[in-house]
T-cell receptor
Framework: GENVEQHPSTLSVQEGDSAVIKCTYS??????FPWYKQELGKRPQLIID?????GEKKDQRIAVTLNKTAKHFSLHITETQPEDSAVYFC????????????FGDGTTLTVKP | DAGVTQSPTHLIKTRGQQVTLRCSPK?????VSWYQQALGQGPQFIFQ???????QRGNFPDRFSGHQFPNYSSELNVNALLLGDSALYLC???????????FGSGTRLTVV
């Protein structure tokens, strides 16, 4: 089955710096890659996603890149703010009727003011 | 617009007991997925329901079962509870062709 590895497990940056989280996946049939943000004690929330027919997608300070050949994708957060502090999860999924998503183990991002 | 609602929020059970968790999907969503999230780990897929049938299943034993009702709400049942079943159980709803999930806040299950 699908295996998703996520790095780093913890990341600490100064406010205003950029943060990058990387994930690799094993199933070449995966073609949908969402990212979720989970604040302490709260539900995971979808923040951005990318499909395999696109190499990059951007939404304000957040961007995701995908390299299908290498089977890895990354989340980029620019101009980080303290409210960006949370656990971020990547996931990979075969895009068949909103099927099973396989999640990475998460990255705890801390943005220091 | 109500999101995904789960009940109860917290639950303490004894080993060997049975538990039922409940989920109401976001309005307009017809697909419900259940995930188990252990402390410090990513969510693990248990199963997914669509049109009242289990459509996909993860690597969980038969002690984990579920149901979806005509109004799209869903239940997760766990029999013969083990200490290792202690976790946050997340319900996520979606509506194809959209793939992204809307998660509920989860049920924190503690088995003692």
């Amino acid at each position: 089955g699908e295996n998703v590895e996520q790095h780093p497990s913890t990341l600490s940056v100064q406010e205003g710096d950029s943060a990058v989280i990387k994930c690799t996946y094993s199933d070449s049939a995966s073609n949908y890659f969402p990212w979720y943000k989970q604040e302490l004690g709260k539900r995971p929330q979808l923040i951005i996603d990318i499909r395999s027919n696109v190499g990059e997608k951007k939404d304000q300070r957040i961007a995701v890149t995908l390299n299908k050949t290498a089977k890895h994708f990354s989340l980029h957060i620019t101009e980080t703010q303290p409210e960006d502090s949370a656990v971020y999860f990547c996931a990979a999924q075969r895009s068949t009727n909103a099927g099973k998503s396989t999640f990475g183990d998460g990255t705890t991002l801390t943005v220091k003011p | 617009d109500a999101g995904v609602t789960q009940s109860p929020t917290h639950l303490i059970k004894t080993r060997g007991q049975q538990v039922t968790l409940r989920c109401s999907p976001k309005s307009g969503h017809d697909t419900v997925s259940w995930y188990q999230q252990a402390l410090g780990q990513g969510p693990q897929f248990i199963f997914q329901y669509y049109e009242e049938e289990e459509r996909q299943r993860g690597n969980f034993p038969d002690r984990f079962s579920g149901h979806q009702f005509p109004n799209y709400s869903s239940e997760l049942n766990v029999n013969a509870l083990l200490l290792g079943d202690s976790a946050l159980y997340l319900c996520a709803s979606s509506r194809p062709p959209s793939n992204g999930y809307t998660f509920g806040s989860g049920t924190r299950l503690t088995v003692v």
